[in-house]
T-cell receptor
Framework: EAQVTQNPRYLITVTGKKLTVTCSQN?????MSWYRQDPGLGLRQIYY???????DKGDVPEGYKVSRKEKRNFPLILESPSPNQTSLYFC?????????????FGQGTRLTVV | QKEVEQNSGPLSVPEGAIASLNCTYS??????FFWYRQYSGKSPELIMS????GDKEDGRFTAQLNKASQYVSLLIRDSQPSDSATYLC??????????FGAGTILRVKS
């Protein structure tokens, strides 16, 4: 089954404790990206990757890091989480390196930073 | 001003009616436009994409694009209760960056 898998689905952590949210896709997609979704603000792009070892900032990259060492994986790293990073996070992948054809989203990760 | 703006709603329509969802964008270099549907607690799913001026139809859905007015719309014919969801409008520019509106809540009443 074609899918984008995020883990964990839910996470409560404390301020400053480094965490990683994993994202994996099994469709051999080149394009992957991370979004956060907040009430009234919609989905905002954090980082995206056009291919292995190629990443770039989206609209709200501050406080986040990403890496793309393998085509299938695109982890999101919060080195020192803060309460303003409490949000719903989505990973997405696309069959072509065009942002808008993101046909596949992961299930989402609800992160709470206390 | 937000790059992509939508009325947050909720937009309420009776079952069987046409639901009309609207979206405006501020950056004229935006090239491609998309409508996503998101059910509560679920991930967004792409339902329509449109790249050139005019209408594009897919089943009960019609996307309309007017680049001169910087306006995108989505019409849902014969609305069903299962269409009740949040509809996200998105614009892409430079082929890479995707900007979403905050979404419009649609409620279809049976």
């Amino acid at each position: 089954e074609a899918q984008v898998t995020q883990n964990p689905r839910y996470l409560i952590t404390v301020t400053g404790k480094k965490l990683t949210v994993t994202c994996s896709q099994n469709m051999n997609h080149e394009y992957m990206s991370w979004y956060r979704q907040d009430p009234g603000l919609g989905l905002r792009q954090i980082y995206y990757s056009m291919n292995v070892e190629v990443t770039d900032k989206g609209d709200v990259p501050e406080g986040y890091k990403v890496s793309r060492k393998e085509k299938r994986n695109f982890p999101l790293i919060l080195e020192s989480p803060s309460p303003n990073q409490t949000s719903l996070y989505f990973c997405a992948s696309s069959v072509v390196p065009v942002a808008g054809t993101e046909a596949f989203f992961g299930q989402g990760t609800r992160l709470t930073v206390v | 001003q937000k790059e992509v703006e939508q009325n947050s709603g909720p937009l309420s329509v009776p079952e069987g009616a046409i639901a009309s969802l609207n979206c405006t964008y501020s950056d004229r270099v935006s090239q491609s436009f998309f409508w996503y549907r998101q059910y509560s607690g679920k991930s967004p799913e792409l339902i329509m994409s449109i790249y050139s001026n005019g209408d594009k139809e897919d089943g009960r859905f019609t996307a309309q694009l007017n680049k001169a007015s910087q306006y995108v719309s989505l019409l849902i014919r014969d609305s069903q209760p299962s269409d009740s969801a949040t509809y996200l409008c998105a614009a892409s520019k430079y082929g890479n960056k995707l900007v979403f509106g905050a979404g419009t809540i649609l409620r279809v009443k049976s």
